[in-house]
T-cell receptor
């Protein structure tokens, strides 16, 4: 069945780059997404990539997609303490576009 | 414009009671989704509405769960005879078609 896997925790120092990785199983996914969740808050859409793209850059965020390996990554440049949150990778499934989420990666940014 | 809104933000109920959770999607968005976020199960899809089409209920965990969407806008998720394992944050999202989904703040349900 459909499955999305992420590592659970990442710790970086302020100013460093963060790379959060994700693997997925459904090769028919049209879009892949990154959402951010801060404590006690809902899900904030960070960025997304269409499945026929390899890379997408949006300010400090870079998304890389390796469709052959079904691997997605999110790079945050110049990581700030405000970037501390849980980051969820998600793939859209089928005609409905329902999302299958990974377990979330907790990003800890140390000053 | 306004984002997705959900009410109540918090709901505490006793085991066996029924609860109703409400979602107001972004105006003009035709697709509406319900998800559940719990410690043990992570984020799970529950149900999907698109216009006047029959909803995709494939994610509903039991027949105690139901949802409706009136007039193609507001949606209500109903849980009958609540159980402790229903305790979770229930998230609603809307989308212009079936692409980018925008989430509401969620309703935290606690079943005692």
């Amino acid at each position: 069945g459909e499955d999305v896997e992420q590592s659970l925790f990442l710790s970086v120092r302020e100013g460093d780059s963060s790379v959060i990785n994700c693997t997925y199983t459904d090769s028919s996914s049209t879009y892949l997404y990154w959402y951010k969740q801060e404590p006690g808050a809902g899900l904030q859409l960070l960025t997304y990539i269409f499945s026929n793209m390899d890379m997408k850059q949006d300010q400090r965020l870079t998304v890389l997609l390796n469709k052959k390996d079904k691997h997605l990554s999110l790079r945050i440049a110049d990581t700030q303490t405000g970037d501390s949150a849980i980051y969820f990778c998600a793939e859209s499934i089928g005609n409905t576009g329902k999302l299958i989420f990974g377990q979330g990666t907790t990003l800890q940014v140390k000053p | 414009g306004a984002g997705v809104s959900q009410s109540p933000s918090n709901k505490v109920t006793e085991k066996g009671k029924d609860v109703e959770l409400r979602c107001d999607p972004i105006s003009g968005h035709t697709a509406l989704y319900w998800y559940r976020q719990s410690l043990g199960q992570g984020l799970e899809f529950l149900i999907y509405f698109q216009g006047n089409s029959a909803p995709d209920k494939s994610g509903l965990p039991s027949d105690r769960f139901s949802a409706e969407r009136t007039g193609g806008s507001v949606s209500t998720l109903t849980i009958q005879r609540t159980q402790q394992e229903d305790s979770a944050v229930y998230l609603c999202a809307s989308s212009p078609l079936t692409d980018t989904q925008y989430f509401g703040p969620g309703t935290r349900l606690t079943v005692l």
